[in-house]
């Protein structure tokens, strides 16, 4: 049953304003996936969902979300005035025996339960937003260019990212409440070694006035940023899910070689591979990044600058390409001072990981650690800041961790997520489920604040011990927030 | 750059001490000790006639007024100095006796009667004496056989011998706030014994050697005969009395010794040597720690103000200023200094402002403006006398000068070469603080403009690169200097680069090597600069926020480089553990707020930089209309106080959340004492009738528990929501329970 999961069968983005005759009616695609589908397959299926929307649009303000029919989902997405994104999943099923097929004449049944709307419908605004941090927004290429650019690059930029397996769009097995989230991890850190981070961006802001925003990332998890939020989220996930698991295997072999040797411990992901080489700048992603006043899109080069686990991300403003004496000399700045950041934050996260496992296991006695009974997840709207402990990390491992619960269980997450959307902003919930498998589900909403507990293997179990045991863990992850239970 | 007087940052009172000058009848002593000056002229055939004039600083010396008096005319007076209390004035006029008188009061008449007391070694020679400075009438008498300390009775007129010390002297340095005479013996004169005076006490310390360069050239060497004769020993010359001097440096007593060197291309050269004494509660010998490099030779003078070693050029007529505080250059033993400013600098008349100010636009034209004393006397005359610490007698002229050390203009000449020293130098000085703060405002200044000053200004040189680090050096010193224990200073920047800094092409690698602060440094560093550079007046966190933060930015660029300095100092506080004041968090909210950089002072209130109070907390709470995440951060800001329990429940009722304050108030253990109406009220205006049954049954829960019954009273002033339950559930429903 794990294995039958929702897949994407079809993306494609649609403009009705692009056809003005009848007969025309392929021009209003700017991009269709799969690619190798048949025109008028592709016609057909725009059109259907050209008709959807439209019919919608009668009987209510909000645009249409979601068309759920037996054996598929579809999502719909308007980010810009006129273009639409649509996304369709199907559903998955089970083939039924004959008996039963012939009884309900049909030959599977179709887990429509295993599709959640809110986690298709955020893969498809992640797939906008990822598409507008490297291409730009629809509007602006239109400006600057005609449609015929725009469907170049979305075809540039599609056919890559539905391919890219790390951003889990193409199969929808690892896309769970998490990737509703989508949140930014913070590296706990003192105040002393976060000003110590601080300090060092703002110096390096203050010396090249190019330089538009900044972010720290140490151990994948985020430090500082100065980016907008919604940017953050993008670009962080980026980093964590793309660029930097594929630098991760030279980063083994950096560090293997680093210690004791050259010294040289910085160095550039995107851009120069090797600073005594002036030919060869490598290639550095050129992104567009929210202004500070959240409304236009500036366009920035992001150099990547790497130090132990460290990793200094700086979006120059991309009117003229880096040139090589600009990079020796960022890297004349950031050698050492990256150096010493990395080491002070890679102590004191350290120390403070230590302690915080030695509070844990102290004040739970058993059962703490990493194959704990009890798992949770916490996402805090307002900045986007996410823990969890649902995703177990393999020893070693670079690759995202495999989930500790089962899927039914996470499923049953984005339900209760959902649920407690409805209720608005202001409203506090809290909501216990259990499921059949004698799993406990605590959700908690506060203050724009989500939190679930997931716990299994818990017995005896009833609800007081449960929420005991919850309250534990609260008391202990969020003692220093207003997160009333 | 042609130094002029005007820039001179070592200046002389413009209010000399004046007195009748040297001549044939009239005889000038200064004690440098009580700060007296004596004019000795002849009344009459048997009498002398003494002025005494005190000569304190500028500021006593109206306090204290000179005197005068008779003194029996019995030989040639070599010397005369008061005690502490100007009750008894002695006078040596022998070489083997000190004559004493006493005084009714200090100023008044002097008695007629006078003592003598000899010295007790048989043979010994009178070098000089001291009043000491650990009681009141104890005089030291050195002699080159060594030193006699004596208590004088006033009333008795008589003289105890209470201690002696047998050790040849050739001749001997005095430092008298320390208590300390150096004996000079050997035939090179270059062997020390340190004779530390208490009360009735001679404490000596071990005898050292002073290494000795070879002869200079003769002409030096006879440009002065005071020394005495000049013998060579195996090529060296002894070393003369004027070339050494104790002095206290930043609380440590020093013996300096002037060492005139040949250079191997010829030319002159000098470098004086600092021996660090031993402090007194710590045994040990005298270390010769410290180097000040002169490129020059000749005649030179030693003045310390201020903690600066002040080296007085006469042929030059320029003067030399090192400040041993300073990061220099180290071999692991000895530091050598190079002087504060790269060109010497004149001593300067100082002038009244109004002239200076008149006198800048034409600088050529200055010496028709030179006050009447630079008429009457002659910069670096070869009549002056230097007298340790900061005095200056031109006998022959009949004027005497204290050197005052101006911290501007120290600013001004060190600030282009190098911000960083300057800012340190000035934050060593008394009374820079002013100074230290414009220093601090200039580089704040150069943060804020993005393109680098025009090469025609002289701060072109320290441009945005350098001013970065320099700011957050000077900031570390400062902190270091609120900091409980003083750890290690912070390493000094690196040297500014030669071109101002352009993104495109930066020629000077060497600026970016280590950045301060950030670059933890040596052990040995450590080790060196632990010497005690507390600065005597620093610039202190509310110091820094009114000179520098106060007065509000009005342009983007100043407030980002408001927040820099904030955060840089808040850093540098933090590394030294040293609370932050609240004023300096208030200024940064307010920067970062006004220019709308709410999603960093989020991160920096999520790492808890910005440490937790209500004033923040309830600012926070008002910006939540600009930023609404504000509101979250409030909230567990005044959760974390724990103190603040009213102001979160007033939010949480404010937004309607009646059942999160109802739960709140009970996590808390605040749920019995809140008041029913407030909670039935924002229940009941919420127009959700279940809130309002859950909230109205909690508190009739509440009832039963704390008075036995369900109902509420007329105190509780719930008569409305009493009725209106009753409306909607109907009257039954009153004070029904369930049974727990």
Not at chain 2, 635 to 662: H, P
Request: charged share 20%.
């Amino acid at each position: 049953m794990e294995d039958s999961e929702a897949q994407c069968e079809q993306f494609f983005i649609f403009s009705p304003s692009l056809c003005t005759r009848e007969g025309e009616e392929a021009q209003k695609i700017v991009y269709f996936y799969p690619a190798s589908t048949e025109l008028n397959l592709q016609v057909k299926c725009v059109g259907l969902a050209e008709a959807v929307v439209r019919f919608t649009a009668d009987f209510s303000d909000q645009p249409v979300r979601c068309l759920t029919t037996l054996k598929s989902r579809q999502v719909f997405l308007q980010p810009e005035p006129g273009y639409w994104f649509v996304m369709r999943f199907s559903v998955p099923k089970i083939p039924l025996q004959q008996q039963a097929a012939a009884e309900a004449k049909e030959d599977a049944e179709y887990l429509a339960e295993n599709v959640q709307d809110v986690v298709c419908h955020e893969l498809l605004h992640q797939a906008y937003l990822m598409y507008r941090l490297f291409k730009g927004s629809i509007a602006m290429t239109l400006e600057r260019g005609n449609v015929e650019i725009l469907r170049q690059k979305c075809n540039h930029f599609f056919s890559r990212y539905l391919a890219d397996p790390n951003h889990s769009c193409f199969s929808i097995y690892q896309s769970t409440l998490l990737e509703v989230y989508r949140g930014v991890t913070f590296l706990p850190l003192s105040k002393r070694a976060f000003l110590q981070v601080h300090c060092l961006v703002q110096r390096v802001q203050a010396t090249f006035s190019r330089v538009r925003f900044a972010c720290y990332l140490h151990s994948d998890q985020l430090v500082w940023t100065s980016l907008h939020p919604t940017d953050t989220r993008c670009v962080y996930a980026y980093l964590v899910h793309s660029l930097f698991p594929r630098h991760a295997e030279d980063d083994l072999r950096n560090l293997d070689k680093g210690i004791g040797s050259s010294g040289a411990f910085g160095r550039f992901i995107t851009g120069p591979p090797n600073l005594d080489d002036p030919s060869q700048l490598g290639s550095v992603p050129r992104l567009f990044l929210t202004g500070p006043d959240g409304g236009s899109l500036a366009e920035c080069h992001m150099l990547v600058y790497r130090s132990g686990r460290s990793s200094l991300c700086l979006f120059v403003d991309a009117g003229d390409p880096v040139t090589y004496e600009q990079y020796l000399a960022l890297d004349r700045l950031l050698q050492p001072l990256m150096r010493h950041a990395s080491d002070t934050v890679q102590t004191c996260s350290q120390q403070l990981s230590e302690a915080s496992a030695a509070s844990a296991s102290a004040a739970s006695g058993s059962g703490g650690g990493a194959d704990s009974h009890i798992r949770f997840l916490y996402f805090n709207h307002m900045n986007s800041a996410q823990k969890s402990t649902v995703f177990v990390q393999p020893e070693g491992s670079k690759r995202p961790g495999v989930l500790a619960v089962k899927r039914d269980l996470m499923r049953l997450c984005a339900d209760v997520h959902a649920d407690h959307c409805r209720h608005g902003d202001l409203v506090d919930t809290e909501t216990v489920a259990k499921t059949a498998g004698d799993a406990w589900l605590v959700a908690k909403k506060f203050d724009r604040r989500d939190f679930f507990a997931l716990v299994t293997q818990f017995r005896p179990a009833n609800l007081i011990l449960v929420t005991e045991e919850v309250s534990r863990l609260c008391q202990a992850q969020f003692h220093s927030i207003l997160f009333i239970e | 750059m042609q130094s002029s007087s005007s820039d001179s940052y070592a200046q002389l009172d413009d209010n000399p001490i004046r007195f009748q000058p040297v001549s044939e009848q009239t005889n000038v002593f200064y004690d440098a000790v009580q700060s007296h000056l004596f004019t000795v002229e002849k009344a009459d055939s048997n009498s002398l006639l003494v002025r005494v004039q005190p000569c304190q600083s500028s500021s006593l010396s109206d306090s204290t007024k000179a005197f005068s008096f008779r003194l029996k005319d019995c030989g040639e007076v070599k010397s005369m100095k008061f005690s502490a209390d100007c009750r008894i004035l002695a006078v040596q006029r022998s070489s083997t006796a000190v004559e004493f008188v006493n005084f009714a009061t200090a100023g008044g008449a002097a008695d007629t009667v006078e003592y003598s007391q000899t010295c007790k070694t048989k043979a010994a020679q009178i070098l000089g004496f001291q009043w000491t400075q650990a009681a009141n009438h104890e005089v030291l008498y050195v002699t080159d056989c060594g030193l006699e300390l004596f208590s004088v009775t006033p009333e008795k007129r008589s003289l105890r011998l209470v201690k002696s010390a047998a050790q040849q002297c050739n001749w001997y340095a005095w430092h008298h706030a320390a208590g300390t005479a150096a004996l000079s013996s050997g035939p090179l004169s270059n062997q020390f014994s340190m004779f530390k005076i208490g009360q009735s006490s001679l404490v000596k310390t071990p005898r050292f050697e002073v290494d000795l360069p070879h002869a200079p050239s003769s002409s030096l060497a006879s440009s002065n005969a005071a020394g005495g004769g000049s013998v060579g020993i195996g090529g060296r010359q002894p070393l003369r009395e004027r070339d050494v001097f104790l002095a206290e440096l930043y609380g440590q007593l020093y013996l300096g010794v002037l060492k005139h060197y040949v250079k191997p291309g010829g030319g002159s050269a000098t470098e004086i040597a600092l021996y660090q004494q031993p402090s007194s509660d710590s045994a040990g010998n005298p270390r010769k720690s410290d180097l000040l490099v002169l490129q020059q030779g000749g005649r030179l003078a030693v003045s310390i103000v201020d903690n600066l070693v002040l080296v007085h050029h006469q042929r030059l007529q320029r003067s030399f200023a090192f400040d041993i505080a300073l990061p220099a250059e180290t071999d692991g033993y000895l530091r050598y200094h190079q002087p504060v400013t790269v060109e010497a600098m004149p001593l300067a008349w100082s002038q009244p402002q109004r002239q200076q100010q008149k006198q800048l636009p034409r600088a050529g034209s200055q010496q028709q403006q030179q006050p009447q004393d630079a008429a009457a006397t002659q910069l670096y005359s070869q009549s002056w006398i230097f007298f340790l610490p900061d005095v200056i007698v031109d006998a022959q002229a009949g004027l005497l000068w204290r050197i005052r050390i101006r911290p501007d203009r120290l600013s001004a000449l060190m600030f282009p070469m190098d911000p960083g020293r300057c800012l340190h130098c000035l934050h060593l000085r008394a009374n820079a603080k002013i100074d230290t703060a414009n220093a601090l405002r200039r580089l704040m200044l150069l943060l804020t403009s993005a393109e680098p000053p025009a090469a025609a200004d002289a701060i072109a040189t320290a441009s945005v690169t350098t001013c970065l680090p320099v700011l957050a050096y000077a900031l570390d010193l400062l902190a270091a200097q609120e900091s409980p224990q003083p750890g290690p200073l912070p390493s000094p920047p690196p040297p500014p680069p030669p071109s101002p800094f352009d993104f495109a092409a930066n020629e000077s690698p060497s600026a970016y090597s280590s950045l301060s602060g950030m670059a933890s440094f040596s052990q040995q560093q450590q080790q060196l600069l632990s010497l005690p550079a507390r600065a005597p007046d620093p610039l202190t966190q509310s110091d820094l926020y009114v000179h520098l933060l106060a007065e509000g930015p009005a342009t983007e660029a100043e407030y980002k480089a408001q927040v820099f300095v904030i955060l840089e100092f808040v850093r540098a506080l933090n590394d030294r553990n040293v609370p932050v004041q609240h004023f300096l968090f208030e200024t940064l909210v307010r920067a970062l707020v006004t220019t709308g950089r709410f999603g960093e002072l989020h991160q920096l209130i999520q790492y808890h930089v910005i440490s937790d109070s209500k004033p923040i907390a309830c600012l926070l709470l008002s910006l939540q209309s600009l930023y609404p995440p504000a509101h979250q951060l409030a909230l567990d800001m005044m959760k974390r106080l724990g103190s603040a329990n009213e102001e979160i429940l007033e939010v949480l009722l404010s937004q309607g959340r009646v059942l999160s304050a109802v739960k709140f108030l009970r996590s808390v253990g605040k749920f019995d004492s809140v008041a029913a109406h407030k909670l039935l009220e924002v229940a009941f205006e919420s127009g959700d009738w279940r809130q309002f049954y859950s909230v109205f049954r909690a508190l009739e829960q509440r009832n039963a528990r704390l008075r036995g019954s369900a109902a509420f009273q007329p105190a509780d002033h719930c008569q409305r929501y009493v009725a209106e339950f009753a409306g909607r559930f109907g009257q039954t429903a009153l004070g029904q329970l369930r049974a727990l």
